[in-house]
């Protein structure tokens, strides 16, 4: 089996825009092959999904999700290009989705860009000293917080979750596969969580 | 006509828990009579609503509105003391009229303590420069500004605007009646409204 060198990886994001994982993955079962790892990622909308990603959103719509019992609830604003994909049932399945994923998962930010500087170190001491007080040593500490800040990221960032109904994809993931499936580009642009008594 | 004194509206608000202005309006139809002006204020649930401003609002309901189109969409907390209440019509249309008057109206807080101090010497320092601009003399600037800050509240705070269905009331006046209609103290707790793009 042919070595996926980080070069190789590289080359590929660049000439189709697709995630590194989607990339690396795209590449092993290309077994090296760029043109075949090129076709894999066509084939399964993610390259093109990606380019997509660049392109303006000014349309959308405003969903809420009240969990029964009316204790829980969620506002999310979705984007996409057009008004006629803002109407579409898949798009709004995705929208039914998102608001969901924010009721039941409670993450604080869309994506990791969204994550202050200041939240980011204030995590990195709470690690770092839990790691010391563990008596880890020094040398593998700064290892140590960049795993758990990862995991901070996967639970909090809205993005690197687990999609709750299909834990094996991320919200990422759910988000490049509508946008291969819808055809437009399509941001999740904000979210609002109210809990009774929060 | 008898005249109503300081000193009487603020006895009546101590015996009574109602507002100044309700109070010095009951007197005011009462002639001057302390009975009359009681029995006035607990006829219209005023003075029983006003008592009940002060109990415990731990139960309630999150409620959406979005707004025909999609576009626009609301979410508000409104908590009242027992999860009974909570369920009833009569709540439930207080909560959807208070949803709809945040779509309507637009308010930032929902009430005046909620607005803060930098805020406050920000429209304060707006409305000197404009006053000043406009050639006012010097003394009755102070007098301008603070009307002219009075009238930023009733637009940005919720409990003092208008209520769009009733522009005869204002939501604290529809919230009042409200707890005299159920019989417990009812809050609203806080909101959020999103407007595709902004």
């Known amino acids: 089996m042919a ?4 070069k190789m990886v590289k080359e590929l994001r660049d000439q189709t825009g697709a995630g590194m994982m989607n990339c690396k993955k795209a590449l092993a079962e290309a077994d090296g092959d ?6 894999h990622l066509r084939e399964q ?29 969620v506002l999310v604003e979705i984007n996409c290009e057009t008004d006629f994909v803002a109407r579409t ?3 709004r399945t995705f929208a039914k989705d998102v608001a969901m994923q924010v009721a039941a998962a409670d993450p604080k930010v869309v994506s990791r860009e969204d994550v202050s500087a200041e939240m980011i170190a204030a995590e990195r001491d709470v ?3 839990q790691a010391k007080l563990e ?15 990862e995991k901070f990221y996967a639970e909090s960032c809205l993005l690197e979750q687990a999609f709750v109904k299909d834990t094996d994809r991320t919200i990422t993931d759910l988000l490049t596969q509508t946008i291969a499936k819808i055809g437009e580009n399509i941001k999740i642009r904000r979210f609002i969580r109210f809990r009774l008594g929060d």
């Open 3 to 6: 070595e996926i060198t980080a």
């Open 34 to 39: 760029f043109e075949k790892a090129i076709k």
């Open 45 to 73: 909308g993610i390259a093109s999904a990606a380019k997509k990603a660049g392109r303006t959103t000014s349309e959308g719509i405003i969903f809420s999700y009240i969990h029964p019992g009316d204790k829980l609830g």
């Open 89 to 91: 049932d898949d798009f």
């Open 127 to 129: 690690y770092q000293n």
């Open 135 to 149: 008596g880890k040593p020094e040398k593998i500490i700064d290892k140590i917080v960049d795993g758990k800040l």
